[in-house]
């Protein structure tokens, strides 16, 4: 199983986001409207690991 770390570090590079390691709600802090339709985009176009999928 994927750790929640390891699903973070996947999804930034996947998604070129500008984490930095020291977020406290990685979610909420990289979530960016303007980019809704790449992050649905990724969903339905890779096949995400279950930890992915949720994060």
């Known amino acids: 199983m994927i750790q929640k770390k390891e699903t973070i570090a996947i999804l930034n590079k996947k998604l070129s986001l500008p984490y ?3 977020e406290l709600d990685w979610d909420i802090e990289m979530a960016d409207f303007n ?3 790449e992050f649905i985009d990724l ?3 890779y096949d995400l ?3 992915e999928s949720l994060a």
């Open 20 to 22: 930095t390691g020291t």
């Open 43 to 45: 969903y339905h176009q």
């Open 49 to 51: 690991a279950f930890q």
């Open 35 to 37: 980019r809704i339709n």
